[in-house]
């Protein structure tokens, strides 16, 4: 009986961790306030469940639950928070109003 609640246990994990996703998105981040901007804004994303930025690279690494959301739904947040995302480009509005450090250089 042990044995079957324990491989029982083991199934129901295995099922959970197969819907965590991780992507990686290139975005122009600058600066600390870049980071914090998409960190808050991707942490109200619901099936977001890990962000790391790396900002020497410019990227955006997400862990996701993929049956809550999908990639081009993660990409078109961070679009609408004023950063371009992979393909997608910053929507003009939320870039315009990032602070002048957020702003990609001329």
Known sequence: MKKLIFIAMLFVTSIAFS????????????CEMCSQNVHE???SLKG????????EAQLI???????KVDVKKIEESIA????????IPAIKEAYSNLPYCCQKPE
């Open 80 to 87: 609408n928070i004023g950063y371009d995302a992979n393909d």
């Open 48 to 55: 977001v469940k890990a962000i790391k930025i790396d900002l």
């Open 41 to 43: 804004g991707l942490s």
């Open 61 to 67: 690494e997400v862990k996701y639950n993929s049956k």
């Open 19 to 30: 819907q965590t996703k991780t992507v990686e998105i290139k975005s122009p981040l600058q």
